[in-house]
């Protein structure tokens, strides 16, 4: 279909302040670049609203993933399939698109576009689809499912891409948590939950994973000349310190963080990879490798990257470190425009560059601003450079490429054209017959090519020898392996490096030889793939100068990509006796490496025996890798026992071992020599404070499937003597009771609870520590509870009463006595104790709960949801008045963006004051850092907000203290967790295994539910953190917060 398309290049140039580059401005939108930089919008509404990620054909057609606009949930999208793809054309040749074509609808979100070979491939998850538009009449006509992954999670990230690689291969990202199956070469079913980088063949076989991680969303893949993978993705760690996002150098089977369970059973080579760059909460999407000088003569090879948080792209120069790299970042365009949003930058065939703007529409599993914004449209815009020259042809289209002979495509392989390159590259893969003599020419001086008899007068560039490999890799046939084995020995680094990527890939084992030299190349990036192309070939030459060399000494210090190439290739290779010969080896970063290669092998290859003279050794690098791999096998606690006896006997005071023992023990605390070792322990007086402690600790720290009854035993002694109770209780609560236990342990944390001479912080912690099994508090506990859910109380202290309140079965006295105090808590502490009310049978206690709930300011921000079920079962009498608290939270919304602005309008007559604001936050009245921290000080609950500044306007802010159920940071949505006897669970997920789920329900208190305990889960409506902070604090004070919020950067 034609489409009108208004003003579409328009923009406003400013001469922006100095230091700051140049301006421009459209009518929604201000753009900042550097000096010589222009901005130009190419495609708007209505030709194209919302676009996601975009990609050229051969004739410089643009394909454009666009959202409808939808944020239903991830399943309803999946049977509506509302998205699409749009073809763009720009029929007058002035660089801006004015033709639009529906190339495909009916689509699940997509997550990617790539033009590969005549069609699109898109993921939208738990798909990648193929899309042929066989009769060019620009609609996909064929649409083949080219791999089904089968999952689809709530934030839909299971799938993006995909990516085609240099190799010819097709390359994507799977997200974390989804459990996928696979059938890998050698392991059928091989299945994983963790996030991946996946690659196969065009025809979708030969499937495997580049790499394996703990992130949430691995996103864009882009390759750089020699072969090298990189990624960006978020949450690569846990957040903190301003950490969260980056960008990674992809080694083949390499383990990325975060850490956590998902990456058990994958192999390790010692520590998590290293990031390359950090970027914070950007939210890093669209990433690409500049193939050309035109935005600068250095510029070609560098990274563009969209951060969609930041509303940015930025520009990342890859700077050699060692055998990966590290960056020199900048921005290349920036604007303040908070709907601005870019998701994909690519380079169009002039190398200018072309940023998708998604506009504001987005909010599914998105922390920014969840007030509907249906004018906050996206575009497509141009950046390049105001005095580049113009190419003539840049995609080749006046070229016969149809009659081309191969010895004319040879000479347009370092063409300055990069589409003309690739076009070449694939012609010359596409005609094998006649490429190998052809490339094999390259390489010499002296070698005649073309029609007009062009002849090189020395060999060709290292570009067209880099080119030349990869079209030689995308050819299936013995003569490409051995093109490339002599490759393998050109003098440049560069083009050995792509050829040793190019006989890995295809495990060529007629190079073992040429690649176990290699793997001693001087040059570290080069004996790092060949240390990759060892593994993978599985070589084992006999020879021992190069069998032995793969776990020779590599400081892991200064290079640990190096370090871990070799060690998988190790690991790959099943070269047990060069392996088990270098855990006698005098150097200490070789035995270390032996460890980590024998654990990573295929069947028990390591054994305890084996491992016991390291766990001991006088080297702390190798003893540490013992103690890593000793966790990761639980079932040689037994053996293990006395040895962590005598270090646990030799804790001092302040030790800054103690931490680190407490965690080591607990790992091993499922063996029962271990649990009677600490009970022992715990048991004898004769021990320092410290050294109990630390059993205790461990104790606490177990995840353990019931209570052991030695535990209990010692425990109940400390709690009974008042002797190192809180540690003790610790104990307790970690840790289900066994039926056996369960009354002697009520009776005993009671008399704790009922104590008026312990700490009120105690005596919350007992009954914290009874759970579900508290029933109906006794009178003298429910009138401690009582006291403490007064108003006055400090927010942790009422906030840990209302936890242990919600928890348990009040009777009608209790609740009637309860009732009058719902009207003066906050909205989140009411939300816990209504459901209470769900099951009372007393008329009394509910008309005086309806009465307060009314009376209550804080109720009146409830959502509906919240309230229906106790509404719902309200006798007749009470029923028209619990509509109305319904209507009274229907009408919430708009209020809430009423009371919003009206916020934000005090704020101009009361500016914060950042340093009061900082006290504030850390103030006990807030007490905003129990749960977040800032420069690592602070708590773990919510999100690190060291940058929040960044990535947040004041209305975020605003919104996210006065309505903190509006919307949630990705990797922090509640969960409601129902268990088998009855008891309603609201938290965040902080660990998750096949035993069981740690939910963490406050500040300070996580709760362990065991899997087979669980009835039902569901995403949660009610965030974890305080609604109603705004009417706790005085208007001065919110202003002072949300200044220093936003001077965090």
Sequence with gaps: MRAVHFAVGFSVFLLAPAGRGAEFTFPDRTFTVPDGFVVERVAGPPLVERPIACDFDEEGRLYVTESSGSNDPVQKQLADKPHRVLRLEDTDGDGAFDKRTVFADKLMLPQGAMWFRGSLYVAAPPSIWKLTDTDDDGVADKREEWFAGKTLTGCANDLHGPYRGRDGWIYWCKGAFAEQTYDLPGKKGWKTRAAHIFRARPDGTGIEPVMTGGMDNPVDVVFTPEGERIFSCTFLVHPGGGKRDGLIHAIYGGVYGKDHNVLD?????????????????????????????????????????????????SRHKLIPDGATYKTEDSDLLTSEAMDFHPTDVIEDADGSAIVCDT????????????????????????????????????????????????????????????????????????????????????FHEGHTFGKEGLRFHKRASEEALLNAVWASCRIDESRARTFVRGALSDDSPRVRRAAIHVASLWRDRNAAWQIGALVADPWAPTARAAAEAFGRIGIRTGDPTIDGTILGRVDVARDRAQEHSRIYAAIESMNTEAATSALSSGDAFERRAALFALDGMDGQRLTIDALLPHLSSDSQLVRDAAWSIAERNSEWADRLAALLDGQLRSVGQDDERAKQLADRIAHLAQAAKIQAMLAKVVADANHSAPVRQTALAAMAHARLPQLPDAWFAETGRLVERREMIGDAIAVLRSHKPGKHQAAQIRTLLLSVAENESVASAIRLAALDALGGSLGEPPAAAFAFLHGCVRQGEEPQTRASAVAVMARSKLSATQLRSLAPVLADLGPFEI?????????????ESLTTAVGALEASPAAAQLSAAALRPFVEKLPASLRERGDKLLLRADANFAQQTGKLESLLAAFKETPGDVQRGRAIFHGKKAACAGCHAIAYVGGQVGPDLTRVGQIRTQRDLVEAIAFPSASFVRSYEPVLVVTADGRQINGLVREESSAEIVLATAADKTERIAREDIEAMRPGTVSVMPQGLDAQLTPQELADVVAFLQSCR
């Design 265 to 313: 059973g994958h192999p390790r080579t010692g520590d998590l990879m290293p990031v390359m760059t950090h970027l914070g909460p950007a939210a890093p999407c669209g990433l690409h490798h500049l193939e050309s000088a035109h935005l600068g003569d250095d510029w070609k090879g560098d990274l563009l990257c969209c951060q969609f948080n930041l509303r940015k792209v």
């Design 359 to 442: 506009g504001g529409w987005y909010k599914l599993c998105c922390p920014t601003s969840q007030f509907h914004r249906p004018e906050a449209l996206g575009a497509i815009y141009r950046v390049r450079r105001a005095d580049a020259k113009k190419l003539d042809d840049p995609r080749g289209s006046k070229m016969n490429w149809a009659k081309m002979l191969p010895d004319e495509l040879v000479l347009y392989l370092d063409d300055p054209r990069h589409v003309v390159r690739e076009r070449a590259i694939e012609n010359l893969a596409a005609r094998p017959e006649e490429a190998y003599e052809l490339m094999s020419g390259l």
């Design 831 to 843: 939300a816990q104790l209504v459901p209470l009310y769900e099951q009372a049978a007393d008329n």
